[in-house]
């Protein structure tokens, strides 16, 4: 998944009073006022008389923390036979609902609405509908052993799409075939008034690109577009060599106010992106790693999942500690499919991984902070705040992990004179015999395990020293074993353009180690670098650069022309209600991560990236 907000909590285990007839409930999603950010939603639960609690899905899968909105439940009434019944939220676990069932009564109807905050997940024409933020079930089930019949009440003329089958469409009623609840909650949908549906194979399994935009405009895609989609489904396959899903769905949502969004499922992913996502060539570059990332995580994620991730209900905790597989490899494998897909060029790829690596050695953090701590923290550090990341560390259990996965494969490849890669990992660990959706949890030794049956080394020493040591360096040995080196350059890199232009933000972490808001604002500082040594920190907003007006072009200037003087760059900084001048001493110009061919030894990134599929 790509990242999100929301807090840790304490658990407490509840004594539970639950209905064992509790098996199929009712759901009702009336989706009318989507794009008002309101959905409206009953659920009917079998019950027998006596305590009950109702519990709000909180841990939800691919979000590996307790983000269920719960803050965005509002109106909340339970009833049966059209009596109140009162409740009450359990004082310590907000997600619990309290209540006493009366004698005679055997079903309880709950309703309630999703208040969703603006741009988050609808726009006037679209919406993404998630099931688990429409409903509550008898706390202490497991999601397999509860059956859901749902219905959706769309608004008129919006079309649906989602990997939950439809059982039948009663004018603006859709009804859908009772499943878990674990694989409702997996099978989200888009809607939307402008709904285009691109099929991605011919024959054989059903793979589809769905796509909601605002406008129609924004639905057409060019040729060779539409040929890398196509190709990336064969290239998982060759990759994997057998899926664990009955068809696929690419989600997609084209919107500057619907909110962004990247989440695997088995037989979807929810891939939420700029109304120009097809037309602008950086988005473009940007879609294609989205789209790379979530259908990996079909295979590394979903199929194969940590153990500590593969909860058996939405109220047990997660544990992160092996993030770096689940996300690092598949944001390698983002990377590495759309690069064999076409939909990435060669320069794009090390366009990419120069971005990574000089990002994760310039993390200052790396000097208190093990990797596998920003995984075992993910509660911390998934919302974490952008002030002093540098100095935190924040997700790098994504960009970090990939740089190990990089170097695993370049080592693989090298050792054995090309003969064997990660893709034989991938197809050991990942593919196997072809499934539906299904869960096969595994452990730290099972990863050295496969590893070690690929190719014999000391996979467990190799991944210690990565994963649980704390390294003052990052992990590049992937890029200068594979035939480049990491180098810098005035010229801007790809992937740091796609950043900025995404997060109208300019990053200057590699020069005077600062990152800006476009209007000058202090994001964070790189507490070993130039502006930070000047007095710059968070939180505080350039006003001027060498006695001009503040824009991002005359910061660059006054960076590029500081090469050749010895003045330092004067930067008028706000803090709060007062304003201080700093000297900024940095003369070493613009700076940007590349690679550069290193002609001593073989391309081996090269390889990595050639196509597989036939
Ligand atoms: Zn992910």
């Known amino acids: 998944m790509k990242p999100i907000r929301i807090f840790s909590i304490t658990i407490i285990l509840f004594l539970v009073c639950v209905s064992a007839a509790a098996q199929t409930l009712t759901l009702n999603v009336d989706a009318s006022d989507a794009a008002r950010n309101i959905v409206h939603t009953r659920i009917t639960i079998p019950v027998r008389p006596g305590p009950m609690t109702l519990f709000y899905p909180k841990w939800i899968p691919g979000e590996h923390t307790p983000t269920g909105p719960i803050d965005d439940l509002v109106g909340l009434k339970l009833s049966a036979g059209g009596k109140t019944i009162p409740w009450r939220r359990d004082d310590v676990e907000m997600f619990a609902f309290h209540c006493e069932i009366p004698q005679g009564v055997s079903t309880l109807d709950v309703s309630f609405d999703d208040a969703s905050q603006p741009e988050s997940t609808a726009s006037a024409k679209l919406a993404r509908l998630k099931w688990n933020r429409l409903l509550v079930y008898p706390e202490g089930m497991t999601s397999d052993s509860i059956s859901v019949k749902a219905s959706l009440k769309l608004p008129t003329g919006w079309r649906l799409a989602s990997a939950l089958p439809v059982a039948g469409d009663n004018k603006q009623e859709l009804q859908f075939k009772a499943v878990s609840l674990t694989e409702l909650v997996d099978s989200p949908a888009i809607i939307g008034a402008n709904l285009r549906d691109v099929p991605l194979t011919s024959n054989g399994i059903m793979h589809e690109m769905d796509i909601a935009a605002d406008t129609t405009a924004a639905l057409e895609m060019k040729p060779e577009t539409l040929t890398g989609l196509k190709r990336i489904v064969q290239e998982a396959y060759a990759l994997f060599g057998a899926r664990h899903y009955r068809s696929y769905k690419f989600l997609v949502t084209l919107s500057d106010h619907g909110g962004s969004e990247g989440l695997e499922h088995h037989e979807s992913s929810e891939d939420g992106v700029g109304e120009k996502a097809f037309s602008e060539e950086l988005e473009l570059l940007d879609f294609a790693e989205l789209i790379g990332h979530e259908y990996a995580h079909s295979w590394n994620g979903k199929y194969r999942r940590p153990a500590g991730l593969a909860t058996p209900d939405f109220e047990q905790p997660m544990r992160g500690e092996l993030l770096w597989v689940y996300e690092g490899l598949t944001q390698y494998l983002g990377k590495v499919l759309p690069s064999r897909s076409g939909l990435w060029t060669a320069d794009d790829f090390r366009e990419a991984m120069a971005s990574v690596a000089a990002d994760m050695e310039n993390q200052s953090g790396r000097e208190w902070r093990p990797l596998v701590d920003t995984a075992v923290a993910v509660q911390l550090t998934y919302p974490s705040p952008r002030a002093w990341l540098n100095y935190r560390r924040r997700v790098d259990y994504y960009d ?101 232009h995404t997060r109208k933000t300019v990053d200057l972490s590699f020069s005077i180690g600062v990152l800006l808001k476009e209007d000058g604002s202090v994001l964070d500082v790189n507490p070993n670098l130039a502006a930070f040594k000047a007095g710059v920190a968070p939180g505080m907003k350039i006003l001027s650069v060498n006695g001009r007006t503040w824009s991002p072009d005359v910061l660059h200037e006054a960076i590029a022309s500081a090469k050749d003087n010895r003045n330092p760059i004067e930067l008028v900084v706000e803090n709060g209600s007062f304003n201080e001048t700093y000297k900024v001493n940095y003369h070493a110009g613009e700076r940007y991560p590349h690679l550069e061919r290193d002609e001593r030894k073989p391309d081996v990134l090269g390889e990595v990236i050639k196509s597989r599929a036939k």
């Open 400 to 500: 970090e992990g990939s740089l190990v996965w990089l170097e695993a494969d370049v080592l693989i490849r090298t050792r054995s004179n090309g003969k064997l890669s990660l893709d034989d990992f991938c197809k050991r660990f990942h593919g196997g015999q072809a499934t539906g959706p299904m869960v096969k949890p595994y452990t730290f030794d099972d990863v050295v395990n496969t590893l070690n049956d690929v190719m014999p080394y000391d996979w467990r020493a190799f991944l210690n020293a990565r994963i649980n040591a704390v390294n003052p360096h990052a992990p590049i040995a992937g890029i200068t074993d594979g035939g480049w080196k990491l180098v810098y350059t005035d010229k801007p890199n790809t992937e740091i353009r796609i950043a900025d």
